[in-house]
């Protein structure tokens, strides 16, 4: 579940908050990982109390049309952020291999490294668990490395977590890391992770240990995955911040700046942060993976071979990629941006994942005795409405900078309407409002 929080998106807004942010933004990549922590624990809940995952209830609670908007969703946000994936390992193996091979060969081999290391799990779901251990210590050591090696400033960091600032400067950096900390089809992920252990759903008892178990598992993901996100974020302020190159940093050329910055012939920082990224790009493409079956499966109830159902839902983010690696391979300012449009792109998304969630877990026909309480019902509304909140000064901002002509107008205000349209419709679904769209509330019965 922490690799959730340490994509290779989330070490693109990393970086690109620290070098243009400096250590103002640290307090929100804080903030954000508390918030993504909330949605985690809400998500494992929902799975763990009921057997049944996030997409598969929403397949049943709510009407076929809405079930498939919902599907639509996020499958966008899949391959949003599986672009960001495939492409952040592609560019470590470009790093690795010392420019030999160039991104779309990148992109091939991630693809097809993939499925080999999906054959894990038939020797056993821990073994899986323990590769995954493997590639997050090999993050957290070559991020601490770098952090280390970079001496920087303990009070202004400090300072950066405790004290919120926010600048129209950094506004774009401060939505890009709420997007790829909270990331919405990770939101599915959880609910169905917690599924590989058996839980006897009738033994009161056995689901509250198993809350218990998983809550101090999450902590722990989470804490972790915050401190390797912290390292990344000062080591970019500490070198970049307030220079010429700040707004030229991305994934694709951090590690030539790093070289140049604290490099030299006896300490490979190039090699480090490549071996850094690619243990970030291979992780998240797998669960990646994981995602999409459960996606596909929940929201469709396709009933497929899992080898063929994981080579459909990477055929979906894969061909894409390839594009994408063909027609910025040599532009590396133009992905960077592509890449920062991405995050935003799944801060857009969260809604669609968030509110159906708050409102499953706070109905007690579903979860029973493990409905959340008001307090935590309250507290994870008014994360939504945060989100919600930032996405609406995301469209009027895209529409004051972007739209030009009528026609572009026109079909920008439907889409943004239709958006929104549909933000209400899930919020007022399952409340006594609900009604007033010919609906019911929700209808499943826990057993």
């Not at 600032?165 to 890391?177: C, M, P, Y």
């Not at 006896?266 to 995602?291: C, D, E, H, K, R």
């Not at 959340?372 to 939504?384: K, P």
Request: hydrophobic residues 50%; glycine residues 10%.
């Amino acid at each position: 579940m922490s690799v959730a929080f340490l994509d290779p998106g989330n070490l693109e807004g990393d970086l690109q908050a620290g070098a243009i942010a400096g250590y103002s933004l640290l307090w929100l990549l804080f903030w954000a990982t508390v918030m993504g922590l909330l949605i985690q624990l809400l998500s494992l809940r929902l799975g763990v109390a009921t057997g049944r995952h996030l997409a598969e209830i929403c397949r049943d609670e709510y009407p076929f049309w809405a079930g498939l908007m919902l599907w639509f969703m996020a499958e966008v946000a899949l391959i949003g952020a599986d672009i960001q994936e495939v492409i952040g390992s592609a560019i470590a193996i470009r790093i690795l291999s010392k420019g030999v091979l160039p991104l779309w060969a990148g992109v091939l081999i991630t693809a097809c490294d993939c499925f080999i290391f999906l054959f894990l799990e038939n020797y056993g779901f821990r073994k899986l668990e323990a590769f995954f251990a493997v590639l997050i210590s090999s993050m957290a050591l070559s991020f601490a490395w770098m952090f280390v090696d970079t001496k920087p400033s303990g009070h202004e960091l400090v300072e950066g977590i405790l004290i919120p600032r926010l600048s129209s400067k950094t506004v774009q950096q401060a939505v890009g890391i709420i997007g790829c900390v909270i990331t919405p089809y990770n939101v599915f992920l959880y609910s169905a992770l917690v599924q590989s252990r058996k839980i006897d759903l009738k033994k009161k008892g056995r689901v509250q240990e198993a809350l218990n178990y998983y809550t101090y598992e999450s902590y722990t993901a989470v804490f972790v995955s915050f401190i390797i996100n912290l390292f990344v974020t000062t080591v970019f302020a500490k070198g970049f911040y307030g220079t010429s190159q700040a707004r030229t940093i991305g994934l694709v050329n951090a590690g030539e700046y790093l070289q140049e910055r604290y490099g030299g012939r006896n300490f490979p920082i190039l090699y480090i942060w490549g071996v850094g990224l690619l243990a970030a790009g291979q992780s998240s493409t797998i669960t990646g993976t994981y995602a999409g079956q459960f996606i596909m499966g929940g929201f469709l109830n396709l009933q497929l071979k899992k080898w063929l159902r994981s080579l459909i839902t990477r055929s979906c983010a894969i061909l894409p990629t390839i594009i994408v690696a063909v027609v910025f391979n040599r532009s590396e300012e133009l992905l960077d941006v592509l890449n920062e449009w991405l995050n935003v792109l799944q801060a857009m998304q969260i809604p669609f994942a968030v509110i159906p969630l708050v409102h499953l877990v706070s109905n007690d026909q579903i979860m029973g005795g493990f409905k959340i309480g008001t307090n935590l019902e309250r507290t994870a509304w008014g994360v939504a409405a945060l989100v919600i909140a930032i996405n609406g000064y995301i469209l009027v901002d895209f529409f004051i900078s972007e739209v030009h002509g009528l026609a572009f107008g026109i079909i920008v205000c439907v889409a943004a309407s239709s958006y929104v349209a549909f933000i209400v419709y899930l919020i007022f679904r399952g409340t006594n409002l609900g009604s007033w769209f010919g609906s019911h509330g929700f209808a499943y019965t826990r057993t």
